[in-house]
């Protein structure tokens, strides 16, 4: 994590979407939308595609050759799953698509960052981590921090950070019942002081205008995950 060496405003297009985790997450697309969005994602060189595990197959054939990845979500988006379960899906996703996955993005169990079961908190990520370290693979680590107090951030960075985890990450952008703030460049500070260079920061979630998208790159941020709807308007195509 450093800050790049030009303004988010004077990078090109090439260079604005490699820091694009493009996000195909919801749950009723049709195969059709999935593919379209693949492909739209692609052509813009984005860093990687964001699905949900059942689709690896079906978007494979669309980054093969490219600079693309795929970035499959691992027990989304709750995170409430069993550590045994979760590290099954992360080995299915691993062991037979390692060679297209960038990165794979993981929920921390807020619910235990909540209750303060840290130690708890740590062990469930690092197993998940050492499974997917094993085949090269880096892994994100989602909070939901909009959930969390600011305080509790800062404990969950340092549980990434013992499990070896490769990002900190802050939204699933599918919470209910709270507000909806996502990667404000307030929460990303709270982070990028906290982990202080040993993690990659991702923020995801209301990252919807183009002044917002710029902001956090010229802050040093590494990536960002961006909805299909705002991707064209945080990149400026529409212009």
Known sequence: MKKPNKKASEMTLEELASYIDYSVLKPEFTEDEIIALT???????????????????????????TKTKLCPVCDF?????????????????????????GELDIVAN????RSGKYDEVTKDIKAVVDACH????????????????????????????????????TSTGFLTGHEAH????????????????QCQIKGSGCIRTREHFLQLIDMGIDRMGVGYKSVPVVLNLNK
């Open 182 to 197: 996502g990667a404000t460049p307030e929460i990303i500070q709270v982070m990028m002081d906290e982990v202080q260079g």
């Open 77 to 101: 988006p709750f995170g409430t799953s069993s550590t045994e379960s979760k590290v099954a899906q992360a080995k299915i996703l691993v062991d037979n698509y390692a060679d297209v996955i």
């Open 134 to 169: 094993e085949k090269n693979v880096p892994v994100k680590v989602i909070f939901e921090t909009d959930a969390l107090t600011v305080e509790q951030v800062k404990k969950a960075c340092h549980c990434a950070m013992d499990a070896n985890a490769d990002f900190v990450k």
């Open 39 to 65: 492909k739209d994602g692609v052509n813009l060189g984005c860093a990687t595609i964001c699905i949900n595990p059942g689709y690896m197959e079906l978007c494979k054939p669309y980054v093969v050759g």
């Open 110 to 113: 807020f619910g235990l960052i």
